[in-house]
């Protein structure tokens, strides 16, 4: 990978780090197809447990790089569909991921940047961290990124910032819901890290993947008869594979599951 650096420990937790510490970590299109290819892969890898996503340098991600923005400018209408899905994959592939997503934010945020936090499952960023939804200071809107965002901050919020692109905090981001925790230091953000790492890695593997499926499945959708029953079926299919059989056992017998590494 030229774009992304990748560590990973012998319990199956995965550090990928955008690495474009030169350029704020902006991705263009070849940093997009590998986040594209990373996540596909570590989402189908048995082994990882779980992803934290970070960054080299001083900055998160600053968005779009401007190389590649004006590059798009050139481009015909159908040129710019094909790039902007390809983006769309990204953050898809980053939201969609069977394992839990921690995004590690050491820096600021800007436009498509944000969108790859609010991609994430958990987030913490530094408290003196800035973000903005700055597209349209650029006479663009942020499209691709819109589902995730105001997923995590709501729709009035949205009104607010899509509007305005003004920089708001790590305090605000952490109000609106953007970061689930606020760090005072990388150190502190490091520990609750390791806190969150510790909580997912003690859960069954195959129980977080169909919890997370079903908060995409349940979120935002009316409590009528067709929901209900969805949610029967899910936990009737899970209460019988080996997973939910090793966990309930576990506990009865008061032992730690077979997923737990000691």
Known sequence: MSTLK????????????????????AFDEAMIREVIETFRDLGQDETVRVIILGAEGKSFCAGADLNWMHRAAEYDADKNREDAGELALMLNAIYACPKPVIARVQGNAFGGGVGVVAAADLAIGVSDVSFSLSEVKLGIIPAVISPYVIEAIGTNNARRYFLTAERFSGSEAYRLGLLNELASSEEAMDEQIAIWCNALLANGPKAIEAAKNL??????????????????????????TPEAKEGIRAFLERRKPGWVKE
């Open 6 to 25: 990748i560590e990973r420990d012998s319990r199956g937790v995965v550090l990928v780090a955008f690495n474009r510490p030169a350029v704020h970590n």
């Open 215 to 240: 908060i995409q499945a349940v979120s935002q959708k009316p409590i009528e008869d067709e929901l209900i029953e969805d949610t029967v079926e899910r936990i009737a299919q899970i209460r019988v």
